[in-house]
């Protein structure tokens, strides 16, 4: 039997209303997505990719339709409740990285485990091998301005991974680097799809849909493919 998808959207709409306009976000999209997924989401300005992900990411709620999180249906939850699943089942990667700047890399990376509630100690070494997974221990006390847009990219992922998320969902995440440190990236999501990470990628670069395993394309608030290379 196969095992259930850990996230499942059943004709999941989004409308917004702007003055006496409608505007049809998403218009009818189902998905299912299952654990070890590499996905990326393209499509043109405006197609919705960033509602989605918005609606994936529970920092918005869909005007319709269903979304199950595992077992959870999210369509159905408090405000309350959201930003429990946010802090415990989701890990978010950024375009423009997200970093407190007052705070050092390892910090940073323990900011999902403050809001858990677990003891200093234990934050500070899960947050200390998380940064030396991605190749940062000897940045520990550095703060986001001492480094690289890379090496904050890496640190924004440490920091997602932190909570041990269900899925992973990237915004753009390498759109604010250069192509090394874009390819430097790429490997590092590279090697969570292979350690069986779930992994969802707005994206407008074809190097990441060229390495991701299913490329959902959206056009018009509908799926225009589904594909798995």
């Given at each position: 039997?196969?095992?259930?998808?850990?996230?499942?959207?059943?004709?999941?709409?989004?409308?917004y209303?702007?003055g006496?306009?409608?505007?049809e976000?998403?218009?009818?999209?189902?998905?299912?997505?299952?654990?070890?997924?590499?996905?990326?989401?393209?499509?043109?300005?405006?197609?919705?990719?960033?509602?989605?992900?918005n609606?994936?990411?529970?920092?918005?709620?869909?005007?319709?339709?269903?979304?199950?999180?595992?077992?959870?249906?999210?369509?159905?939850?408090s405000?309350?409740?959201?930003?429990?699943?946010?802090?415990?089942r989701?890990?978010?990667i950024?375009?423009?990285?997200?970093?407190?700047?007052?705070?050092?890399?390892?910090?940073?990376?323990?900011?999902?485990?403050?809001?858990?509630?677990?003891?200093e100690?234990?934050?500070?070494?899960?947050?200390?091998?998380?940064?030396?997974?991605?190749?940062?221990s000897?940045?520990?006390?550095?703060?986001p301005?001492?480094?690289?847009?890379?090496?904050?990219?890496?640190?924004?992922?440490?920091?997602?991974l932190?909570?041990?998320?269900?899925?992973?969902?990237?915004?753009?995440?390498?759109?604010?680097?250069?192509?090394?440190?874009?390819?430097?990236?790429?490997e590092?999501?590279d090697?969570?799809?292979?350690?069986?990470?779930?992994?969802?990628?707005?994206?407008?670069?074809?190097?990441?849909?060229?390495r991701t395993?299913?490329?959902?394309?959206?056009?018009?608030?509908?799926?225009e493919d589904?594909?798995?290379?």
């Amino acid at each position: 039997m196969d095992a259930p998808p850990v996230v499942r959207l059943e004709e999941v709409r989004k409308t917004y209303q702007m003055g006496p306009v409608t505007v049809e976000a998403l218009r009818g999209v189902s998905l299912d997505f299952q654990q070890g997924d590499y996905v990326s989401i393209m499509g043109p300005s405006g197609c919705g990719k960033s509602t989605l992900l918005n609606l994936l990411g529970c920092l918005d709620r869909p005007s319709g339709g269903r979304y199950l999180l595992g077992e959870a249906d999210v369509s159905r939850l408090s405000d309350d409740d959201l930003s429990d699943i946010r802090c415990q089942r989701l890990g978010f990667i950024f375009q423009s990285y997200n970093l407190i700047p007052q705070l050092s890399v390892i910090e940073n990376i323990s900011v999902p485990l403050y809001y858990q509630g677990r003891p200093e100690r234990e934050s500070m070494a899960i947050a200390s091998e998380l940064a030396a997974r991605v190749g940062l221990s000897t940045r520990l006390d550095h703060k986001p301005f001492e480094l690289s847009g890379g090496q904050q990219q890496r640190v924004a992922i440490a920091r997602a991974l932190a909570n041990d998320p269900l899925i992973i969902l990237a915004d753009e995440p390498t759109g604010n680097l250069d192509s090394a440190s874009g390819r430097e990236i790429l490997e590092v999501f590279d090697e969570l799809h292979g350690q069986g990470k779930t992994l969802i990628m707005v994206t407008h670069d074809d190097a990441i849909a060229h390495r991701t395993t299913r490329l959902v394309r959206l056009r018009d608030g509908l799926v225009e493919d589904d594909i798995r290379t």
